[in-house]
């Protein structure tokens, strides 16, 4: 990945979670956006995020990427000048989900490995 494209995908990240976080506050505060990953002619953008909370909440992310993706998509243009603006494809991303549970089982071993020195 060329650095140029690495910044679009930084500042993409930035500018998507900052207008989420301006104009759907309620619906998006449990939604991070974790990854975003455009192609290297600018027309698709995958944008990943992750979800804290149960499988509602993931359910109800995919709902709200559904119907305001769009206009999300919209805003984030106003602020991003680039000679083709992507079309944004919205994907759950587990991966900070497994990061939690393998960071719980480390300190579960940690715990039990300080009850068997004592």
């Known amino acids: 990945m060329s650095q140029r494209i690495a910044r679009i995908n930084q500042l993409l990240q930035r500018e998507v979670s900052d207008q989420m976080r301006r104009y759907y506050r309620s619906e998006s505060a ?5 990854d975003v990953d455009c192609s290297t002619d600018l ?6 995020y992750s979800v804290l909370g149960d499988d509602a909440q993931i359910v109800e992310a995919k709902t709200f990427f559904r119907r305001a993706g769009k206009d999300l998509r919209q805003r984030v243009s106003k602020h991003v000048v680039l000679k083709y603006f992507p079309r944004f494809d919205y994907f759950y991303d587990p ?5 939690a549970h393998l960071l719980e089982l480390l300190d ?9 020195e004592s």
């Open 43 to 48: 027309r698709r953008a995958c944008i990943y």
């Open 108 to 116: 579960e071993l940690d715990d039990a490995s300080k009850l068997e």
């Open 30 to 34: 449990a939604i991070t956006i974790s």
């Open 95 to 99: 991966s900070l989900e497994r990061g």
